[in-house]
């Protein structure tokens, strides 16, 4: 499967792409300004800061 990266998956449009590339078996990276970001949007699922 492949990898992707997506910069600005905080809350918005990147949260949707993130979700959507995860929902059709993409391994995602999902990045944003603030790691808090990200996990608030993602309180469903694992995650791991870098």
Do not use: C, N, W
Request: net charge positive; no cysteine; glycine share 12%.
């Amino acid at each position: 499967m492949k990898t992707i990266l997506i910069a600005g998956a905080g809350p918005g449009f990147g949260h949707e792409v993130v979700l959507r590339l995860a929902a059709k078996g993409f391994d995602v990276i999902a990045g944003a300004e603030i790691a808090a970001q990200v996990q608030k949007a993602y309180d469903t699922r694992p995650v791991t800061s870098i």
